[in-house]
């Protein structure tokens, strides 16, 4: 049963950089039939779409994070990252990694747990 | 990239039908057949409930049906059940590997 698990830190300081990780188990990363995600959620509020990435690590962004966002891979830890910059209490939410199909334009078929990240000082 | 609109709420008896509607543009819902819905219970990561507009993920009950006509797109349960309680999220594909997701509706089973 594949599972992904986010960790990393709760507490981000204002203009500091959000880093977050996914470690995937039950299956490999490395694969053509999906690539791999970050959407989050504020608390009480819609789901928002962060940005993927393939196992070769080419990596697509939501345009209106693009600036602030990187999303990375390493296939040797079967995990991907995100990064976010220069954060405010705007980006305090609940992080999900995410496995997307490839072939199915963007179905989410499986989520990790969520970590609630909060900026604050 | 906007998101998609979705009524805040629906509600219906145990038993009914409820439809929940999502409507986008013709740059996504209406051009790619790649909508999903996902269903969310308070505290818990989102659930597949149907992808693809119309397609049933292994495990879903038969009584959810999704369906699409232009720009907008609906999520139909039928037989509602008070487990069927929750937030409910449609998403549609965007082009250039980009995903954008309705503001959510919260199911009400009276």
Same mark, same amino acid.
């Given at each position: 049963q594949l599972q992904l698990q986010e960790s990393g830190p709760g507490l981000v300081k204002p203009s500091e950089t959000l880093s977050l990780t996914c470690t995937v188990s039950g &299956? %490999?990363? %490395? =694969?053509? %039939?999906y690539y791999w995600g970050w959407i989050r959620q504020p608390p009480g509020k819609g789901l928002e779409w962060i940005g993927s990435i393939y196992y070769s690590g080419s990596a697509y962004y939501n345009p209106s994070l693009k600036s602030r966002i990187t999303i990375s891979v390493d296939t040797s830890k079967n995990q991907f990252s995100l990064k976010v910059n220069s954060?405010?209490?705007?980006?305090t939410t609940v992080y999900y990694c995410a496995r997307i199909g490839r072939s199915s334009? &963007? =179905?989410?078929?499986y989520w990790g747990q969520g970590s609630l990240v909060t900026v604050s000082s | 990239q906007s998101a998609l609109t979705q009524p805040p709420s629906a509600s219906g008896s145990p038993g009914q039908s409820v439809t929940i509607s999502c409507t986008g543009t013709s740059s996504d819902v209406g051009y790619f057949d790649y909508v999903s819905w996902y269903q969310q219970h308070p505290g818990k990561a989102p659930k597949l409930?149907?992808? *693809? @507009?119309s397609k049933r993920p292994s495990g @879903?009950?038969?009584r959810f049906s999704g369906s699409k006509s232009g720009n907008t797109a609906s999520l139909t349960v039928s037989g509602?059940? $008070? *487990?069927?309680e929750a937030d409910y999220y449609c998403s549609s594909? $965007?082009?250039?590997?980009t995903v954008v997701f309705g503001g959510g509706t919260k199911l009400t089973v009276l």
């Amino acid at each position: 049963q594949l599972q992904l698990q986010e960790s990393g830190p709760g507490l981000v300081k204002p203009s500091e950089t959000l880093s977050l990780t996914c470690t995937v188990s039950g &299956g %490999s990363i %490395s =694969t053509n %039939s999906y690539y791999w995600g970050w959407i989050r959620q504020p608390p009480g509020k819609g789901l928002e779409w962060i940005g993927s990435i393939y196992y070769s690590g080419s990596a697509y962004y939501n345009p209106s994070l693009k600036s602030r966002i990187t999303i990375s891979v390493d296939t040797s830890k079967n995990q991907f990252s995100l990064k976010v910059n220069s954060v405010t209490a705007a980006d305090t939410t609940v992080y999900y990694c995410a496995r997307i199909g490839r072939s199915s334009g &963007g =179905t989410i078929d499986y989520w990790g747990q969520g970590s609630l990240v909060t900026v604050s000082s | 990239q906007s998101a998609l609109t979705q009524p805040p709420s629906a509600s219906g008896s145990p038993g009914q039908s409820v439809t929940i509607s999502c409507t986008g543009t013709s740059s996504d819902v209406g051009y790619f057949d790649y909508v999903s819905w996902y269903q969310q219970h308070p505290g818990k990561a989102p659930k597949l409930m149907i992808s *693809e @507009v119309s397609k049933r993920p292994s495990g @879903v009950p038969d009584r959810f049906s999704g369906s699409k006509s232009g720009n907008t797109a609906s999520l139909t349960v039928s037989g509602l059940q $008070a *487990e069927d309680e929750a937030d409910y999220y449609c998403s549609s594909y $965007a082009g250039s590997n980009t995903v954008v997701f309705g503001g959510g509706t919260k199911l009400t089973v009276l």
